[in-house]
């Protein structure tokens, strides 16, 4: 998510500025100067177990957790960030994608606590202090220009997933992973000045293998292969994205 401004310049932006929303919310977007736990390491059987037999339970991340469904890895969750990555490249892919959708969710944007315990999780040791001051001070300026405050931070949508990857460099001590991600983000509140919208961007996580685990170090971000509007319909009202918010499953984590 070394920092990200400092990391190999495919871009000239922080990373927040990689998430482009397409037609008419662009330029406010890069106005805003957009960025895109309950348990620590809790993944519980028997919370899976209650949650099973209803189709139309949804699994949106606990109070105190960063984005992603824990249901969907084996993997052992820290502040709700899976950890314990494979010494090999796939198992670098999965830290990327994994972190990159912990950094995704509303619940990142909008507290602080989950921010930092969600940092704390995945970074080096060298780069967690000004990757929190960097994500902070991004995180405050969006949420502070959307108007969101502690009365309505449940309004806001954030979500990102994974569409690719592609490994750039691999060593056993670094490795390059790009992550071609679709997002959403805006407000449900019908007088914001961003409803929400989608973003293509196409990361670049630079990982070491710290700790006998992959860690992230950098991370920038470009806009990525953005596909066609075909504008068949009327963008979805702000009370039906505030259902499907409540109702559909977080984004799933890798492995």
Known sequence: MVDEQSAPARTGRPWWLGMAVTGGFFVLLLTL?????????????DAESSEEGSSQQ????????????????????????????AHTQGGAVQAAVNYQVARSSAKYFTEQEVRHKTL????TTGSLNKQTQNDDRGMRQIVTSLGITN???DQLVARGSAMGTKVTTYTDEVTTVNVWMAGLVG???KSSPMPVSASWTTYTLTLQWQANDWKLSSVT??????????????????????????????PPYAG
Request: aromatic share 4%; proline share 6%.
């Open 33 to 45: 100067a957009l960025i895109l736990n309950a348990g620590q390491g809790a993944e519980s059987s």
């Open 58 to 85: 949804s699994r949106r991340p606990a109070k105190g957790e960063a984005g992603g469904d824990s249901r969907t890895t084996n993997m052992k969750l820290v502040n709700g960030v899976p950890v314990g990555y």
């Open 120 to 123: 704390a999780a995945m970074m």
């Open 151 to 153: 009365d309505s931070d």
């Open 187 to 189: 407000t449900t509140n």
């Open 221 to 250: 971000s470009v806009n990525g292969p953005t596909p066609l509007d075909t504008g068949s319909g009327n963008p979805t009202s702000v009370d039906e994205f505030a259902n499907a918010d409540r109702e559909f499953n977080a």
